[in-house]
Nanobody, 124 residues
């Protein structure tokens, strides 16, 4: 049984930082790329970042590039999202997800496993 469990969300002031974690179990970590998505109220789920198993390839949405960093610890099967210089428009539920490869990495329909999400709220 595959489980992705996010943690680390919370309330932070604009300009602050948070680090999200996604613990994966029941999944062959080395066979997957891991992504982060977010969904704000009334909006569609949008791609944030993705990382390959080796960590050698990472991609980001333009809206977070230079502020967010995705990384992973293969020994612990954990994916992280370090979020710096947070803005009110970053407020959303953040989800981690697993996909078979990078072919359609920014498309949420390509991901076959999802976590339950963690709320991030950035106050102005």
């Amino acid at each position: 049984q595959v489980q992705l469990v996010e943690s680390g969300g919370g309330l932070v002031q604009a300009g602050g930082s948070l680090r999200l974690s996604c613990a994966a179990s029941g999944l062959t970590f080395s066979s997957r790329v891991m992504g982060w998505f977010r969904q704000a109220p009334g909006k569609e789920r949008e791609f944030v970042a993705v990382i390959t198993w080796s960590g050698s390839n990472t991609y980001y949405s333009d809206s977070v590039k230079g502020r967010f960093t995705i990384s992973k610890d293969n020994a612990k099967n954990i994916v992280y999202l370090q979020m710096n210089s947070l803005k009110p428009e970053d407020t959303a539920v953040y989800y981690c997800a697993a996909a078979p490869d990078l072919l359609h990495y920014s498309n949420n329909y390509y991901y076959d496993y999802w976590g339950q999400g963690t709320q991030v709220t950035v106050s102005s």
